[in-house]
């Protein structure tokens, strides 16, 4: 089957009829699909039809666009299944971990559906006479997405939703590998009576349809996704034109372990934020900072737990399905082998596992190193996969110096019971988003989400009320009569 780009309200094939096979990452005999090969003149297509979409969207009247995406959710929540099975076939995390993900999709374009019906702006007194004094939001104009594979549908949609919402046009490039799962989701906003022009789609590659979407100076923004060193790449190329950008990249998350903690709890909230979808969110936890006092204990039942879990195609429900390509499993592959060459202490996993038809995927197991020093690679570069270093600390104090010394500042948390050391972690440690007695990743809709320092562009949030901000430009009327 191939998969088209969507343009001005038509699918069409990439002009040079070009098409990439996009495969299962449990099983790299099967190709999903194939997906259009675009470059530069399509991307360039896509942004031509978003900006001529652009003035009628916006003064077409909120409740309106709230009415469409509402459509949007209720139509995916229709295709649920089978998007999911899409999205299980060509990302490969498991059937639970997409129908959920799924599900957040729907929901996200529920929540901003209520959003577009309901966008307001602000009454002041003025200090003239007869004059009223009002602050109201426009959209900015024409946004391009640029997203990951590891939330194929969830991540466009917290991005797309909320642009449509305050009345932008969007250029939409997803992951070159999960780009049917991108089709699915413009599939049900063709459906839903999104005008032509509204949303286009574009699958290809970073480097041509990506690179375009961000220079193109008819764009008034770009949302992206991804890695530390694309999102530089995505930064410099809006900014030589001073477009707003968003950008969420990598994390490099500690859960910090406390003395008083309850250990089996403690290996739950570690176990399931490091090895859920295979270790492969920007939020996962990749360090468990354990005081030295619980740190043998902690280190004994997480390797039991990370042996215990079942490993196997994502569309039986295991407990941890493959990594998404050849060059995440690698990347995985190679760190581990750094760890173990600085001096870390390999406890389980650490390399391919065997197992019916396992070798036909990007399968890994799940790793645990204990013994490591917060300066090793392994406990400063983020690594996309189920891996987890172990770091033993003296206090608490040392525990929020080592959370806080990486680049990054995504997500952090912290087990314990006691009061006082929940809240001087919020308080002292450096991430945009921070937990007490729960896992590091796992976010709800309706509030901000993104990082500090290396993780984010700290000017914009996304999601919640404050995700409408990146898409909206504020205008300050003086209205004297
Ligand atoms: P990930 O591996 O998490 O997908 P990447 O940063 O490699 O992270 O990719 C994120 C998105 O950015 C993908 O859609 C990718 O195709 C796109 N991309 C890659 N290179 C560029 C580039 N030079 N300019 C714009 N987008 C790019």
Redesign the pocket.
């Known amino acids: 089957m191939a998969y088209k780009n969507y343009i001005a309200g038509e699918w069409r094939d990439a002009e040079s009829g070009a098409t990439t096979a996009s495969r299962n990452p449990a099983d790299t005999s099967e190709v999903v699909g194939e997906v259009a090969e675009s470059d530069v003149a399509d991307a360039t297509a896509a942004i031509d039809a978003a900006v001529e979409a652009q003035d009628e969207w916006a003064s077409t009247p909120g409740p309106e666009r709230g009415a469409i995406l509402r459509r949007t959710g209720s139509l995916l929540a229709e295709r649920k299944e089978d998007v999911t099975e899409t999205l299980v076939r060509e990302e490969g995390k498991t059937w639970s971990e997409a129908s959920g993900e799924v599900q957040r999709a729907i929901d996200i374009f529920h929540y901003y559906a209520g959003k577009a019906s309901d966008l307001g702006g602000e009454v002041k007194q003025s200090s003239s006479r007869d004059t009223s004094l009002y602050v109201r939001k426009e959209p900015i104009g024409t946004v391009s997405v640029?997203?990951?594979?590891?939330y194929p549908i969830a991540i466009p949609a917290w991005k797309i939703a909320p642009a449509l919402a305050t009345g932008n046009t969007v250029a939409f490039?997803?992951?070159?590998?999960?780009g049917i799962t991108g089709v699915r989701l413009v599939e049900c906003l063709e459906d839903a009576g999104l005008p032509d022009g509204v949303v286009n789609l574009v699958t290809?590659?970073?480097?041509t349809?990506?690179?375009?979407?961000?220079?193109d100076e008819r764009v008034d923004g770009?949302s992206?996704?991804?890695?530390?060193?694309?999102?530089d790449?995505?930064y410099q190329?809006a900014s030589a034109n001073q477009t707003r950008a968003l950008l969420e990249?990598g994390g490099k998350n500690p859960t910090v372990v406390c003395a008083d903690a309850d250990v089996d709890e403690a290996v739950d909230i570690v176990a399931s934020g490091a090895f859920g979808v295979t270790g492969?969110a920007?939020t996962a936890c990749s360090r468990a900072i354990v005081h030295e006092d619980r740190y043998d204990e902690f280190v004994s039942k997480l390797t039991e737990r990370a042996a215990s879990i079942d490993i196997g195609p994502g569309l039986d429900d295991p407990g941890m399905g493959p990594q998404?390509?050849e060059?995440?499993l690698s990347g995985t592959l190679d760190y581990i082998e750094t760890g173990v060459d600085e001096g870390a202490t390999l406890e389980t996993g650490g390399g391919r596992p065997d197992g019916d038809g396992l070798d036909e995927g990007y399968f890994v197991e799940p790793t645990v190193f204990s013994d490591v020093d917060p300066e090793m690679t392994i406990a400063q570069h983020e690594i996309?996969g189920p891996v987890v270093a172990v770091i033993p600390v003296g206090g608490f104090n040392e525990a929020i110096d080592v959370a806080n010394g990486v680049e990054q500042g995504l997500s952090a948390s912290v087990v314990t019971n006691d009061l006082n050391k929940a809240h001087r972690f919020v308080d002292e440690v450096d991430a945009g988003v921070v937990k007490t007695n729960e896992k590091t990743t796992g976010l709800e809709l309706h509030v901000p989400f993104g990082g500090m320092k290396a993780s984010s562009s700290e000017t914009y949030r996304e999601q919640g009320d404050e995700g409408l901000s990146f898409y909206t430009i504020t205008k300050t009327v003086y209205m004297n009569y």
């Open positions: 640029i997203t990951p594979w590891n490039k997803p992951a070159t590998n999960t290809g590659p970073g480097k349809v990506g690179d375009t979407l961000a220079s770009v992206f996704t991804g890695s530390s060193g694309v999102g790449i995505v190329n990249m492969q920007c998404s390509s060059g995440e996309f």
